[in-house]
């Protein structure tokens, strides 16, 4: 799978849009951008996944270049509980049950959100 | 609605002893489960994935093992506690083909004093 690149840290005003960058610029054509985030004490939660098209859920907006080497992730009206670990994963789509479809968790972004 | 559950949420043991984690998932059937562990201020570490009733895979060598004795249920064993045992560990599953995401559990916080 592919590796990927995000800042280890950033502030967001809430209310405020917080813009989350990762960098996958040895993505696969069969690869899939996967967001998940870690509240404190909490196991992880996902958030969005995407392919090659823009996506939005209730959660979250997914921004793929067209080149697919990155990617943003947008919390459109950042609250005090948005404040987590975001993680930016990069896998290889469905490959069958037997497979394990397993996630590997980098680092991430550590997002602060402040009133 | 699916809901996963493990058990217990603290624990503190002493080196040597014992060990016995439990997650159990409800409201679907044939789920892949994992078992992820944290270290203080770690990322999240892979040990063990089930694709299904006693299938086992492991991802990394260690005193640890898993079981999977149902279909949703998922054990994490150890024999004797290490120190370095000591972190957050976390059970999670995935349905697939109809969802390829996985879905976490609240954690087990495990002290090896």
């Known amino acids: 799978d592919a590796k990927t690149t995000q800042p280890t840290s950033m502030d967001c005003a809430e209310g405020r849009a917080a813009n989350l960058p990762c960098n996958h610029s040895?993505?696969?054509?069969?690869?899939?951008v996967y967001w998940y985030r870690q509240i404190h004490s909490q196991g992880p939660q996902y958030i969005i996944h995407?392919?090659?098209n823009n996506e939005t859920n209730e959660m979250a907006s997914l921004i793929i270049t067209e080149d697919r080497k990155s990617s943003t992730l947008i919390l459109p009206h950042a609250t005090l509980r948005d404040t987590a670990v975001y993680y930016c994963i990069v896998r290889v789509a469905y490959l069958g049950k037997a497979a394990g479809n397993k996630l590997t968790f980098g680092g991430g972004t550590r997002v602060l959100v402040k009133p | 609605s699916q809901t996963i559950h493990q058990w217990p949420a603290t624990l503190v043991q002493p080196v040597g002893s014992p060990l016995s984690l439990e997650c159990t998932v409800e409201?679907?059937?044939?789920?892949?489960l994992y078992w992820y562990r944290q270290a203080a201020g770690r990322g999240l570490q892979l040990l063990f994935y089930s694709v299904g009733i006693g299938q086992i895979s492991s991802e990394v060598p260690q005193n640890l093992s898993a079981s999977r004795p149902q279909d949703r249920q998922f054990i994490l064993s150890s024999k004797k506690l290490l120190l370095s045992d000591s972190g957050f560990y976390l059970c999670?599953?995935?349905?697939?083909?109809?969802?390829?995401?996985?879905?976490f559990g609240p954690g087990t916080r495990l002290t090896v004093l």
């Open positions: 040895t993505i696969s054509g069969n690869e899939y």
């Open positions: 999670a599953w995935g349905q697939l083909p109809s969802t390829d995401t996985q879905y």
């Open positions: 995407g392919l090659k």
């Open positions: 409201g679907t059937s044939n789920p892949n």
